[in-house]
């Protein structure tokens, strides 16, 4: 059983994805994280060393702070964390024991530069119906959550790239875009190391409403359309992703908990 300001991994494993998940600090010694530089889902790399110039930056938030294996560097941070009034835990066995679990770990060496603030920062053409909707979802919650999107004129995709150090995704002739059959959102799950089953489920929902391919899952053709219906609705294009995340985390949510579950209105005119 985990102490009152404890985590268990299987707790944190089922917030991680979700709107409401808690910040997640990786405070592991430089040896501990070259000898794995992946990271749990949507964490942070903050230097155990200096949490006093850094604990505030957490001010309203819940965090959940992990070491290599749940001891003193989590144990001290989150306590200091708490000294601020910052809503604190640790992990449970820490990374290893996350590992050990077999929950999924990001490979972050694909990832853009950071911007000043410490922001991954991709661009992509302007008016987003479905994979440019469902990328940035996929990136707010399990790669950074402080990402940042700019959408532009299709012409200008490369060259806001190029001067604004911005990562190009879902355009032709770049790393983050379709191959083959499959479209972004799946390339950024093999590339990241995001195989989880709920994912790969709603992979195959987003890939069918965005090639055209409505009879490859039974959501696909209701997400298409709800994604058409949002981008009618709304004129900016952050204003949409805003309002569309909420889409995401209830299929994600349904992927993950509710495939088995069916509804049907039992009323008693039909029952006679």
Not at 23 to 35: A, F, G, L, N
Not at 45 to 70: I, K, L, N, P
Not at 179 to 187: E, N, V
Request: net charge neutral.
């Amino acid at each position: 059983m985990p102490s009152p300001n404890e985590i268990s991994i299987s707790t944190l494993g089922r917030l991680v994805g979700l709107p409401g998940s808690p910040v997640i600090v990786d405070v592991r010694i430089e040896d501990d994280y070259r000898s794995d530089p992946r990271l749990m889902p949507g964490s942070l790399r903050r230097d155990y060393t200096t949490v006093s110039s850094w604990a505030r930056e957490f001010a309203g938030r819940s965090v959940v702070v992990s070491c290599q294996r749940g001891l003193k560097l989590s144990q001290g941070a989150a306590a200091w964390l708490r000294h601020e009034g910052i809503a604190a835990e640790t992990l449970e066995g820490g990374f290893e024991a996350w590992r050990a679990a077999g929950h999924p770990l990001v490979d972050i060496s694909k990832l853009p530069k950071r911007d000043a603030q410490g922001r991954t920062v991709w661009v992509t053409r302007a008016r987003p119906k479905v994979d440019r909707i469902a990328c940035p979802w996929l990136i707010r919650r399990f790669i950074d959550p402080h990402a940042v999107f700019l959408f532009v004129a299709p012409a200008e995709v490369a060259a806001v790239a190029d001067r604004f150090g911005a990562a190009p995704f879902d355009i032709d002739g770049v790393f983050w875009s379709h191959r083959g059959a499959r479209c972004t959102f799946d390339t950024m799950l093999e590339e990241f190391g995001l195989d989880t089953k709920p994912l790969r489920q709603l992979a195959d929902i987003v890939r069918g409403a965005d090639t055209d391919r409505l009879d490859l899952t039974p959501q696909s053709a209701g997400l298409l359309a709800v994604s058409l219906g949002y981008s009618r609705m709304y004129r900016d294009d952050l204003e949409q992703l805003a309002a569309a995340m909420t889409v995401y985390d209830g299929l994600y949510r349904w992927c993950r908990d509710a495939t088995d579950e069916t509804h049907n209105w039992p009323s008693a005119q039909a029952a006679r």
